[in-house]
């Protein structure tokens, strides 16, 4: 537990910070849901849950890496929703088998973006953590709140998702 | 490089920006949950500074009427500079201020050019947020005045920002747009005249002009939604001058010696030599002819019918014999 003045400089940090945090937290949650109205709500949450540790003075360091921390967690959150209201399409998908052979094309960036979207969240989630947010398995495992081995075949269900949605997209 | 690996690159695609009103609006909820809590004093606890010069005090309330006015309440960044501010730049005059124990201002009212504000300090705790805080206000305050150019530079000398200097419009008033220091929009109009729904629709292309039917008392001849009613009146008496002299002295009347109309009174009259003993009822419409008809329908009759510099005025008895008379002004006039 901190001071109460540090509470204090965390208050003033956090609206100083306001105007260079908000398009950065705003822009990684809008890159990752494209939806705008998902991102605004998730960015009110961000905010609000960043307000309520720092009245509870359980922050660190009042900065734009932080909130962005606690951004991919509500992220996942989300995901996370989103995945228990379509579980019957997760069924389907978990009995997908990765290929043997190696995929190594030229990705168009568009269009991996657009096939993403098109993943259940899960796999989306899965995927964004591992490859654009460029965690550790580990990493997202604990993000995820699955063990390490769930994690891998995780990825490997929502790498065959991918790769069979982009080749039936661009074939 | 493996080909989910080049998923990174999806992080150099454009994200779109905040929206700006959500912005603010998030901006507000933060300092909302973020402020301190602090209880409000107790309504003893308030100093309460009476610094009205006028009769106006806190006791004094407008009786229920047909008519009712709703008293628009401000929210402002500083109301302390907010009310020096309206003072020397609108001419307001400050009535009561209830300065809370944590150095807000919890109340405050003023009367600007005969209308009555009340404002505080922003309390968004609350959800009592200033006009500032958004990129711009949704509610303009429309206040009546009698210099518009006055009232304008003066809020313009004082920093106000203009948005629209004073134009003469084709409704019957000249207006101007000004945003005092602390976000709030100001439109200041003076009537100029008072052309009929036709006129002003010939007046102004693009717009359809629609009166509701009996709208506010309406009828033909008159200001659209408004009844008519007393426009001007004027008092006997044989020698302009002298009557000049006496209620300058006697009421305070700034009387003009040629012409008789006197200046500084809220409802304009004047003194009259050639009208005959007592004092005459102008009733103030925008056409006489419908009017007129009306007047001759219901049994009443038209006795005189002149145009003087002043405009057209029509004298006129009711069905009972009974003397009023309708002046429909000339410009500059009303």
């Known amino acids: 537990m901190r001071g109460v003045s540090s509470e204090i400089a965390d208050r003033a940090q956090l609206l100083d910070l306001y105007d260079d945090a908000l398009p950065e937290v705003y822009g990684y949650l809008q890159r990752r849901c494209r939806d705008r109205t998902t991102a605004e709500d998730l960015t009110t949450e961000v905010f609000l849950a960043a307000v309520d540790s720092i009245n509870r003075s359980v922050v660190g360091d009042v900065t734009v890496a932080w909130l962005i921390g606690i951004a991919r967690h509500k992220l996942v959150d989300h995901w996370r929703r989103v995945e228990r209201e379509h579980r019957r399409l997760d069924a389907v998908a978990g009995s997908i088998v990765e290929p043997a052979d190696p995929w190594d094309v030229e990705l168009d960036v568009m269009t991996a973006r657009d096939v993403l979207g098109d993943l259940g969240a899960h796999h989306r989630a899965a995927l964004t953590l591992r490859y654009v947010d460029d965690l550790p398995v580990a990493d997202v495992a604990a993000e995820l709140g699955r063990t390490l081995h769930a994690t891998e075949a995780l990825l490997v269900r929502a790498r065959s998702a991918f790769r069979l949605r982009y080749e039936e997209v661009t074939s | ?334």
């Open chain 2, 1 to 334: 490089m493996n080909a989910y690996e080049q998923l990174r690159r999806t992080e150099d695609l454009p994200a779109s920006r905040p929206d700006p009103r959500f912005a603010a609006r998030l901006r507000t909820q933060i300092e909302a949950a973020l402020a301190p809590t602090i209880e409000l004093p107790e309504r003893e606890a308030h100093i309460m500074t009476d610094t009205a010069t006028t009769t106006t005090s806190t006791g004094t309330t407008t009786p229920a009427a047909s008519t009712q006015v709703l008293v628009p309440y401000l929210a402002v960044s500083d109301a302390a500079a907010a009310l020096d501010w309206y003072a020397a730049a609108l001419d307001g005059t400050e009535t009561i201020r209830y300065v809370g124990d944590d150095g807000r201002i919890g109340h405050a009212e003023m009367i600007i050019h005969g209308a009555r504000i009340m404002l505080s300090d922003a309390y968004p705790e609350i959800g009592v947020v200033a006009a500032d805080s958004y990129e711009g206000s949704s509610c303009a305050l429309h206040l009546e005045v009698t210099d518009i150019d006055a009232v304008h530079s003066s809020a313009v000398e004082h920093g106000g920002v203009a948005e629209r200097d004073p134009v003469d419009e084709p409704y019957g008033a000249r207006t101007s747009t000004v945003v005092d220091p602390f976000g709030h929009r100001w439109m200041f109009s003076q009537t100029i005249a008072t052309p009929s729904t036709a006129e002003i629709e010939a007046a102004m292309s693009g717009y359809t002009v629609v009166e509701a039917a009996g709208a506010g008392g309406g009828i033909a001849g008159g200001v659209h939604g408004r009844p008519i009613q007393l426009g001007y009146y004027t008092i006997h008496t044989d020698d302009i001058a002298r009557a000049a002299a006496f209620y300058s002295q006697a009421f305070g009347w700034d009387v003009d010696p040629v012409s008789g109309h006197v200046g500084n009174c809220d409802l304009p009259f004047g003194f009259q030599t050639d009208h005959g003993e007592g004092v005459r009822l102008w009733m103030q419409v925008t056409d006489a002819d419908p009017v007129i008809a009306r007047v001759l329908e219901l049994g009443g009759e038209v006795v005189e019918d002149v145009l003087y510099a002043s405009g057209r005025g029509v004298e006129c008895r009711d069905d009972q014999g009974n003397r009023f008379d309708l002046h429909h002004p000339a410009p500059g006039y009303e």
